[in-house]
């Protein structure tokens, strides 16, 4: 597609289950970022994606959040045994030369 | 710790009212300066950029910002708000400039401008 596709749009989960998000960046970039953001918080850096190598996993918040990238296209953010903290939007961005980075709409999480 | 600041949270401003949003990082070294804007029910895009020669830049809808190194500051401006201006601002950085990969962003300024 033209730009940088997310989904689902709105996930509502229940706390404690596994649930996984998806991005679908510009066909070509090779970089590809995952960020989280809270109201108030702005934008917190997640995962740095090269190809389909990690080479900046710092800001997962913790062991229960990973991600993948496969075929240096689509990236996969699993989050395990949610908690009410990771509710939030998530965002993912794609990037031709890790310079401009080009949105997708965002998943906006929900844990009951 | 090095971060990117925004000063203002919520920022409330009349039509044709002057509009200046403070940013402030912490890196030193070369870095590449942006802000992203967010309108409502948008994503978020690129509003203007800075990576080196002028430091004062201009973007899109009217928008600059002026970068001085001295203050580690990049604020943005616009002389005459219009309400479509209404949206979220992001300051961001890259540290290391070309040579680094990840866009540090601050809190972000909520701007809404009243008709």
Redesign the interface.
Known sequence: GAGVSQSPSNKVTEKGKDVELRCDPISGHTALYWYRQSLGQGLEFLIYFQGNSAPDKSGLPSDRFSAERTGGSVSTLTIQRTQQEDSAVYLCASSLNRVFLFFGQGTRLTVV | AQSVS?HN?HVILSEAASLELGCNYSYGGTV?LFW?VQYPGQ????LL?YFSGDPLVKGIKGFEAEFIKSKFSFNLRKPSVQWSDTAEY?CAV?PGG?G?????????TRLFVKA
Do not use: D, M, S
């Open positions: 925004q949270h590449n992203y994503h978020l895009q690129l950029k992001f890259i070309t680094g990969f990840k866009t540090i962003f601050g809190a972000g």
